[in-house]
């Protein structure tokens, strides 16, 4: 709000002061001249000056709040035609000035008022302040303070900002009167159902339509309630047999409740009773180009095929293909000179239609034969990539624009705003069906862990139904097989070739909830095909995947559970010095414990249950982690002393080497030899022989030489033969220990055959061997010779089968030449 005249000295003077940021405060009484001037409706300063004052008046100075709130509570619609004027920043300031709900009945009565005669173009400001109320005095209110709004906000819900924000309204007004809200909306739906046919004001049926379009995503049970109560069908069907000769003449009222039809699909009693009643009117408006999207959306939400009579689900793909690639007739024409819109749509009805079929094709791709159509589709894919990134780059710009106009006009920016409100809902609605589409098209034969509870709600709700409904579908879903190499294919033209990937990691914190969960769905199906991982780290997923961790919001996601195993692969089957560029390994380490149980991972994700996390998981896991602490820089030795130092990661690893599951035991076992490769901070956890549970933990691994399992035998031979290669003077204390040098002997001598094992112990032996007196030295009268034990002497010098095991392999000779060498050395100690 301007004025051509110039702004008032007082407040001008007052503005550049606060901008000065003075040491000295501003009087207080400068304060009130400048709030005295603006109620005196001679509005010539700008609306940034208007809410610096009225803001820095209510923060600043008791006095100046409380002569605001007098000014306020003296007219409040003088009040308010000034605030309604500004953003919605101030909204908190007008709301403060009314300091208990008796008092802000005054501005409730006002509010009231001005929505309910619809006159006043500041909805946005008018809602917020209502929420507000409720949100400060909500519980102080009783039902008659509120109820108006029922009425007021259902009678408007067609405009976008009471669409948005009465949502958060009625949520808001249902939380604090369930029983009152519930009562009154039903007793609206009735009064409306009796005015049908009485010709007066709007249309009482349209009314119902939008409301129950509008609420049955954030009050399904309500809405479901109300269509299939008493009365609403019979008009419903009535309406349709009076538009016209074919039963479609009303065009608005025909799509209107194709649109409700649709969204009520989403309560299994609805979607039922649409099945059982709507299929013949929506079979015979596959016939109208007008209603064919539309019709066919609502066919595909209820899934049941097998209930159509003319139409096949091949039919109803196609219909969409064609509607999206418009190669259908044109139902309206658009006017290229005249189209204003900014968005990648020559229309908002065009929008519509492309946001209905990528919604349709969302669902479909859940069928097998379905993906193998329209991958083989190339213009179809290439399209469906091309609007993907148009939205990005739209959204983008509109943003850009929108900063750019901000000081224009306020009340042309708020229409514009508006205007915009409901096409950007739609723009995310399309993003999100393109990367569910994406996700389903990308999701391996191989592989069925990408889908089932890890979809949308609608569409996992969807699936449930249609599986319990229709088990022969199940069964014929599974027959139909896809071909590995065409989903490899298809995720080369369109996710790697096209840089879709990488870009959607430059966004990722744009993309809303949903999206961000399909891109996460669409990263963890590439990493399934090992031959498309390098590919993947490349375009930036790693960073992708562990920024999506990061977030504590998506700690309750189920998709995070794809997020973790994307993650174990990539680590498991890269070098990780070629992954970490902006983050270091040790950035990982909590999320790949997420997956060796919930007591394990620093995070205390509530997800994971035994369900969930598999062997399988628990395992790449412990790869991954072997992985990273096999990094031979600092990087490396970093992941070693992060494991071995945190009491939380060390206890799950104790346990796990204890694991009744082999695999989950081996795998540990080869951590722990992988993090020999940096001995210092794990040598303490097995070698300190005056800790009790170091001692406790050797005692275990001497045991562990025993298993029947011979790749777990070989893990732990390496520990003993890296220790003691690379700390001597641990290798020395190893040879005091008696049960250690027997069983080592023992196993070493049963096991010849296994050459991996062979070569650990050969490493082993030949530390130790070190340490071992010559026969010159040997003292059989003295308790030590060199510091040690005279009893692990006699145990390989005089082992006359061990000897003889070493000049066998020698004789042999098929070892390299370093065991060779090093076994000939051993063979001159020896005293038998």
């Not at 030489?705 to 220790?723: C, E, G, P, T």
């Amino acid at each position: 709000m301007t004025s051509v005249s110039s702004p008032d000295p007082t407040i001008t003077k007052l503005c550049s002061q606060f901008d000065e940021n003075l040491k000295i405060p501003v009087e207080s009484k400068r304060y009130i001249e400048a709030l005295d001037l603006l109620f005196q409706n001679t509005y010539k300063e700008t609306n940034s000056q208007i809410e610096q004052i009225l803001t820095r008046s209510y923060q600043d100075h008791s006095e100046t709040r409380q002569h605001l709130q007098k000014l306020i509570n003296k007219n409040v619609s003088k009040a308010l035609n000034l605030f309604e004027t500004l953003s919605t920043q101030t909204v908190h300031v007008l709301i403060g000035s009314f300091p208990n709900s008796k008092q802000s009945i005054l501005l409730l009565s006002e509010l009231q008022t001005r929505i309910h005669y619809g006159e006043d173009t500041h909805s946005k400001y008018l809602l917020s302040c209502i929420l507000q109320l409720l949100n400060k005095y909500g519980n102080e209110y009783i039902w008659g303070d509120v109820s108006f709004l029922i009425k007021a906000i259902c009678f408007r819900m067609n405009e976008p900002e009471f669409k948005s924000i009465g949502l958060i309204v009625f949520s808001q007004l249902n939380k604090l009167f369930p029983n009152e809200f519930k009562d009154r909306v039903l007793t609206l739906v009735d009064a409306l159902i009796t005015e049908v046919g009485a010709d007066v004001g709007n249309d009482p049926v349209t009314i119902i339509i939008n409301m129950l379009t509008k609420l049955y995503p954030v009050m399904p049970t309500l809405c479901s309630d109300i269509f299939l109560g008493k009365g609403l069908d019979d008009i419903f069907q009535e309406r349709i047999k009076e538009t016209g000769p074919t039963g479609f003449g009303d065009e608005d009222f025909i799509k209107n409740l194709l649109r409700l039809l649709s969204i009520g699909c989403i309560d299994e009693n609805v979607r039922t009773y649409i099945s059982e009643n709507y299929m013949p009117v929506l079979e015979q408006s596959l016939k109208d180009p007008r209603f064919r999207p539309y019709s066919c959306l609502v066919l595909i939400k209820t899934w049941s095929f097998s209930k159509l009579n003319n139409v096949t689900i091949n039919d109803l793909t196609t219909i969409l293909l064609r509607s999206f690639l418009n190669e259908e007739e044109k139902v309206v024409e658009v006017d290229k000179n005249e189209s204003t819109s900014t968005t990648p749509f020559e229309s908002e009805e065009e929008e519509e239609k492309i946001s209905i079929v990528i919604e349709g094709l969302a669902y479909l791709t859940l069928k097998p034969s379905i993906r193998i159509l329209l991958r083989a589709h190339q213009i179809f894919c290439q399209k469906m990539v091309d609007l993907l990134s148009d939205l990005q780059g739209f959204k983008k710009n509109k943003n850009k624009n929108k900063n750019k106009n901000k000081n224009k006009n306020k009340n042309k920016n708020e229409e514009t705003e508006a205007n915009l409100l409901t096409n950007r809902e739609v723009g995310d609605s399309i993003i999100y069906g393109i990367l569910a589409i994406l996700a389903n098209m990308s999701e391996s034969p191989n592989d069925k862990s990408s889908g089932g509870s890890m979809d949308h709600k609608s569409i996992r709700d969807l699936k449930t139904y249609s599986e319990l409904k229709n088990p022969k579908d199940t069964e014929e879903g599974s027959a139909t097989k896809e071909n590995l190499d065409d989903v490899i294919r298809f995720n080369k033209l369109y996710l790697f070739d096209s840089e879709l990937l990488s870009n959607l990691k430059t966004k990722l914190g744009k993309l809303s909830p949903n999206s961000r969960q399909q891109y996460i769905r669409i990263i963890y199906n590439v990493t399934r095909n090992r031959c498309c991982i390098q590919k993947c780290i490349m375009h930036g997923c790693t960073t992708a995947i562990l920024e999506y961790l990061t977030n504590k919001k998506t700690r309750v996601e189920p998709i995070r559970i794809l997020a973790l195993r994307a993650l174990t692969k990539m680590l498991v089957y890269t070098d990780p010095s070629l992954i970490f560029k902006k983050y270091s390994p040790l950035n990982a380490i909590p999320f790949l414990f997420e997956l060796l149980g919930p007591s394990s991972s620093s995070t205390g994700s509530p997800l994971f249950s035994d369900d969930v996390v598999t062997v399988v998981d628990s395992y790449e896991s412990l790869l991954a982690l072997t992985n990273l602490a096999s990094t031979p820089n600092s990087d490396g030795e970093d992941v070693c002393k992060q494991l071995v130092t945190d009491h939380s990661y060390w206890n799950t690893i104790e346990n796990l080497i204890l694991d009744e599951n082999i695999l989950l035991q081996r795998s540990t076992l080869e951590l722990v030899s992988n993090l020999m490769s940096h001995p210092l901070p794990i040598a303490a956890k097995f070698f300190n022989f005056e800790n009790p549970q170091s001692l406790r933990n050797f005692n275990i691994l001497v045991k562990l030489l025993q298993l029947d399992d011979i790749q777990s035998q070989r893990a732990v031979a390496a520990i003993f033969a890296n220790i003691s290669s690379t700390i001597p003077f641990i290798a020395q204390e190893l040879l005091k220990k008696d049960e250690l040098i027997s069983t080592a002997i023992d196993v070493f001598i049963e096991q010849l055959d296994d050459t991996e094992l062979k070569q650990r112990f050969i490493m082993f032996f030949c530390s130790i061997f070190e340490f071992l007196p010559t026969n010159e030295s040997s003292n059989d009268d003295g308790d030590e010779v060199n510091g040690i034990g005279i009893k692990s002497i006699p145990l390989l010098t005089k082992n006359l089968e061990l000897k003889q095991a070493f000049e066998r392999i020698v004789e042999v000779n098929d070892m390299d030449m370093e065991y060779i060498d090093a076994l000939q050395s051993m063979l001159t100690k020896f005293d038998v």
